[in-house]
């Protein structure tokens, strides 16, 4: 019954495939043109910019002068211990991150989608931190992380337990954050991978029911493997807000104490606030060379399997 359902599902997909192939392509003289007006806005917002950017990380610059200087800025960058910190920051933000939005979000999505009681609600419940302001998440949470009169350590000493100073701690400062963060945006996780495990054909689920497969077979050999393009996507999207994260962090704890739970973006910040505007840009520089060096392999190898039927 498996072979079948999977030939007919083959069957369904391949046909609009040969319709496509075999209705005319209509060619209209000057095409090309309309691709005009979306190559100027991209070429001013984002190309322009860019070459602007990598030039102004070569100099010394203020809003009426610049100086070339060639590679200092970057040698300055990488020889501040505060700056390299807020680049390993960076990168251990962004794994926690990313990696427990995953998680989180495709268990959340397995619950969300089973024959549970008031499912609708409980998907807005998860969703609704997404739509709250990021700077007020971050100042709701900073009073309830108060290490003396907070609402989290008041709640553990009521069970005995002595609450750390979640945010003057070094030790727990960069990881109470990533969990406001994780809180924060699970819930488009959650929303992606809804998406993808409703969009697998009912079949498959079914003719692993009939071959004697329980809940957690069903899960490793379909879901998991079928919901694969949500998994990517989530990954992708949340490594790269992990990567760009700046109002959470900026607005609990300014990089501090000291610069212990300082990124990369906190640390561009500081840097025009002290007017080194030259070495702010080439900060911007390896933030966005570090992202595309580590997003696009990753999403090259993502990509590169498909999930064989």
Known sequence: ??????????????????????????????????????????????????????????TRWSLFESKFIGL??????????????????????????????????LLLAVLLTSQIVARGYLRSVVFFPVLVSTIGVGITFTVLMNPDHGLINSGLGVLGINGPGWLTDPKYTLLSVAAVDIWKGVGLATLIYIAGIVSIPREYLEAARVDGAGSWESFRRIVLPLSRPATVTVIILSLIGGLRSFELIWAMTRGGPGFTSDVIASVIYKQYQAGFYGLSTAGNVVLFLAVTAIVLPLSYFLNRKEVDL
Not at 75 to 104: D, H, R, W, Y
């Open 72 to 105: 200092d800025n970057f040698k300055l960058f990488f020889s501040e211990p505060q700056l390299v910190k807020g680049f390993t920051n960076t990168l251990i933000f962004a794994v926690v991150t990313s990696g427990s939005k995953v998680v989180l979000g």
């Open 1 to 58: 019954m498996r072979s079948v359902a999977i030939t007919s599902i083959r069957a369904r997909a391949d046909a609009p495939a040969s319709a496509r192939a075999s209705k005319p392509k209509v060619y209209t003289p000057y095409s090309n043109w309309f691709y005009l007006p979306s190559a100027i806005i991209y070429g001013v917002l984002f190309v322009v910019p860019t070459f602007a950017s990598l030039y102004f990380s070569l």
